[in-house]
């Protein structure tokens, strides 16, 4: 079990370098923002799907979705939540 562990936190390691990936086509953009984050009182995993199209040089408009899981044990009060 701990070997596991040790995996999937090296591997969210690497991911966790708050990466972003956007790939622009056609005058819209389509990004995917995946998020890792520990401490040693809790942590939080989450990422974001997003589209946009652009409407000028500087303005771009469209929905998103965002996800987010985060867990604490401060001071022995355990809490944990999705968004």
Do not use: H
Request: aromatic share 10%; hydrophobic share 45%.
């Amino acid at each position: 079990m701990i070997k596991m562990k040790n995996w999937v936190f090296s591997i969210a390691l690497i991911f966790a370098a708050n990466a972003s990936a956007q790939l622009q086509y056609m005058g819209s953009e389509l990004g995917l923002e995946p998020y890792v984050g520990f401490s040693n009182l809790g942590g939080a995993v989450g990422g974001e799907l997003k589209y946009a199209a652009r409407l000028s040089e500087n303005l771009l408009i469209g929905p998103s979705l965002r996800i987010q899981r985060t867990w604490s044990n401060n001071l022995g009060v355990q809490s944990n939540m999705t968004t």
